[in-house]
C-alpha cells in the first residue's frame, strides 16, 4: 500500500554570497529527540539543498472524525541542528568570528519579548541573521562563574517558569556555580542575575558534543502567533504549510592587491593603478610592503568595503600609464580574492581580503 504524505512544513536558508542564493555549507538535520518524535507520529524528514522538510501521511478527509496529526501543547517542538561543512563559512558570512561550541545561532517560530531581539526565522524575507541571534550552547550540567550567590542566581525556561534548585556553589571556588538540568528538558533558559543582568543559554548534551552552528525550533504550540502557525491551533486536523527562511548576509571586506613588480623597474611603480572600468569600486595606493620572501610589493586597497561573492567581479584590471598616453591594461580581469585570504586587524577588527599579484 503506497502512502501519500503532504509538506507539514519547510525551512530554507538562503545566502548573498551564492548566486542562486542557496546555502549549501549549513546542513539542516533533525536532533535525536526529534527523529525520536518524527518516527513516532510517522513523519518524514526530507533533507534538501540549503535546508528541508518535514512531510505528515496524507488521510482522506473524515470530517468529524478526523484526528490531529500531532499533539498541540507547550511541548511539542520540532529541533534541528545546523551544521556547517565548510570551515570558512564566517570568511563570506557577516557574522562575528567565533569558535564552534561555546555559543550557536538560535531560531524560532515563536516571538519571544524576552528576548534582546527577535530571533531571525522568518516567513519570506525579513530580516538577515545578526549577532543578536547567538546564544551560549551548554550540556545540561554546566558551571558558571558570577559573584552574585547561588541565591541570588535564578533560571527560567523559555516559558519564564521559575526552574528550582539546580544552582549549587563548587565546593572551594569562589564565585563559581553548578547548573544542573539533567532533569529538565533540552532547550532555551535564560539566567538571571542580581545585577539585572541576564544570559540566555540552549541546553542540549547532544547539540553541544556536535558543536553545532545554529539550532532551530519550531514549536506547535497556542504560543505560536497566527502567521507562524504550521498545523490551525483551534483545529489541529487541519495543515496550514509553512515556508520558514534563515537569511545570511555576504561578508564586506577591504580588497588589498599586493602587486609585485618583478619586471619593471622601480620608477615605474608609481605608474601603476587599480582601477574598475565601470567605476562601481575604487582603489587608493597604500605604499609598499616587504612580502615574505622578501620581495617588495606595491599594495592597493579599495576605498570601501567589497562584498564578497562567489561569482568574481568583473571588469577588475591592473593598468599601467606609458609616457604620453594614457592607462593601458596590464592585467584585463584581476582575480577576487579568496574567502581563505581573510586578515583581521587585532586592534580595529577590520577585516581584509588580500591577493598577491606578480608582473
Not at 119 to 142: C, E, H, I, Y
Not at 326 to 355: C, M, R
Request: proline fraction near 7%.
Amino acid at each position: 500500500m503506497n502512502i501519500a504524505f503532504e509538506k507539514l512544513f519547510e525551512i530554507q536558508q538562503v545566502h548573498e554570497y551564492f548566486p542562486d542564493g542557496v546555502c549549501r555549507p549549513l546542513q539542516l538535520l533533525p536532533s535525536c529527540e526529534c527523529q525520536s518524535f518524527l518516527r513516532l507520529y510517522g513523519l518524514r524528514f526530507r533533507p534538501l539543498n540549503g535546508g528541508g522538510a518535514v512531510y505528515f501521511p496524507a488521510t482522506p478527509d473524515s470530517g468529524e472524525n478526523s484526528q490531529p496529526i500531532l499533539p498541540i501543547d507547550e511541548e511539542t517542538r520540532f529541533t534541528f541542528a545546523l551544521i556547517a561543512d565548510d570551515l570558512h563559512f564566517l570568511n563570506y558570512t557577516n557574522l562575528p568570528f567565533t569558535t564552534p561550541g561555546d555559543s550557536c545561532y538560535y531560531f524560532s517560530n515563536l516571538h519571544d519579548s524576552a528576548m534582546v531581539d527577535d530571533f531571525s526565522l522568518q516567513l519570506g524575507n525579513q530580516g538577515l541573521v545578526t549577532a543578536f541571534d547567538s546564544v551560549l550552547l551548554r550540556p545540561k550540567f554546566f558551571a558558571i562563574s558570577a559573584p552574585a550567590g547561588p541565591e541570588k542566581i535564578t533560571v527560567l525556561d523559555r516559558q519564564d517558569r521559575l526552574v528550582d534548585s539546580v544552582v549549587t556553589p563548587l565546593a572551594g571556588e569562589k564565585e563559581n556555580y553548578q547548573i544542573d538540568l539533567r532533569a529538565h528538558k533540552s532547550g532555551l533558559y535564560t539566567l538571571h542575575f542580581s545585577e539585572g543582568e541576564t544570559s540566555i543559554y540552549y541546553v542540549d548534551d547532544g547539540l553541544y558534543q556536535q558543536k553545532v552552528f545554529g539550532v532551530v525550533d519550531l514549536f506547535a504550540s497556542k504560543a505560536v502567533a497566527e502567521e507562524n502557525q504550521f498545523v490551525d491551533i483551534r483545529q489541529p486536523e487541519i495543515v496550514t504549510p509553512k515556508t520558514y527562511s534563515i537569511h545570511y548576509e555576504k561578508r564586506a571586506t577591504f580588497w588589498r592587491y599586493y602587486v609585485i613588480p618583478r619586471a619593471l623597474e622601480p620608477s615605474d611603480v608609481e605608474k601603476l593603478r587599480v582601477f574598475h572600468e565601470k567605476g562601481l569600486f575604487g582603489f587608493h595606493k597604500m605604499g609598499e610592503a616587504c612580502i615574505s620572501g622578501g620581495e617588495n610589493a606595491v599594495v592597493f586597497q579599495s576605498d570601501d568595503p567589497i562584498p564578497l561573492e562567489q561569482t568574481p567581479v568583473k571588469n577588475l584590471t591592473l593598468q599601467f600609464k606609458r609616457s604620453g598616453s594614457e592607462f593601458q591594461p596590464l592585467i584585463e580581469h584581476l582575480p577576487a580574492p579568496k574567502v581563505t585570504s581573510i586578515q583581521i586587524d587585532p586592534a580595529s577588527g577590520t577585516v581584509y581580503s588580500d591577493v598577491f599579484v606578480y608582473i
